[in-house]
């Protein structure tokens, strides 16, 4: 299949590990977030969101962080599997309506 | 969430001819978007598909290049137009089904020879 990844930044990471994938973002107006989780050849899947009015948001096995003073939000994937491997890409919406913009991405890779 | 479908998964075609790529929603949604991703990049959206008028597009998207129809609240079309190399990307369908988030489908990737 067709790979997204290519030029990507990698972060590589042992099964059972976790992991911690970064993103920062520019729009202090930026008022919801999305973490995707992409598979070569797929359509982005939604992960986990996260409203600005949080800091920190739950879901199995994950756990993402906003920090407002910085700018900056983070995924953390508890006991990595191989099927964690894909592209990670962080999306903010911002200026009201639906609109959402996506950071850079980055490549996870399990290693076993 | 919402299960998106997209028509065809994938193409091969030549220069100056149109592809129309089709997205098929299991729910009503109010908001339907079509992206470009190109090839190792993030996505960028081309537009917003509005039901009943015409689609709302972002800056360097032409309605001229990339007609839209969105005629129900499940189904939309995105039309390639023209082609050239340049146009080979991943062009990809979301919908939104609760207040903001968004669901995408598989994708259709496009190669232009």
């Known amino acids: 299949g067709e790979s997204v990844g290519l030029h990507l930044p990698t972060l590589s990471v042992q099964e059972g590990d976790n992991s911690i994938i970064n993103c920062a973002y520019s729009?202090?107006?930026?008022?919801?977030f999305i973490w995707y989780k992409q598979e070569s050849g797929k359509g982005p899947q939604f992960i986990i969101d996260i409203r600005s009015n949080m800091d920190k948001r739950q879901g199995q096995r994950v756990t993402v962080l906003l920090n407002k003073t910085v700018k900056h939000l983070s995924l953390q994937i508890a006991a990595t599997q191989p099927g964690d491997s894909a592209v990670y890409f962080c999306a903010e919406r911002a200026g009201g309506g639906n609109k959402l913009t996506f950071g850079t991405g980055t490549q996870l890779k399990v290693e076993l | 969430s919402a299960v998106i479908s997209q028509k065809p998964s994938r193409d091969i075609c030549q220069r100056g001819t149109s592809l129309t790529i089709q997205c098929q929603v299991d729910?009503?949604?109010?908001?339907m978007f079509w992206y470009r991703q190109q090839p190792g990049q993030s996505l960028t959206l081309i537009a917003t598909a509005n039901q009943g008028s015409e689609a709302t597009y972002e800056s360097g998207f032409v309605i001229d290049k990339f007609p839209i129809s969105r005629p129900n609240l499940t189904f939309s079309t995105l039309t390639v137009s023209n082609m050239s190399p340049e146009d080979s990307s991943i062009y990809l369908c979301?919908?939104?089904?609760?207040?903001?988030?968004?669901?995408f489908g598989p994708g259709t990737r496009l190669t232009v020879t």
């Open positions: 729009n202090s107006a930026s008022d919801y």
């Open positions: 979301s919908a939104g089904a609760g207040r903001y988030e968004q669901y």
């Open positions: 729910s009503q949604v109010t908001m």
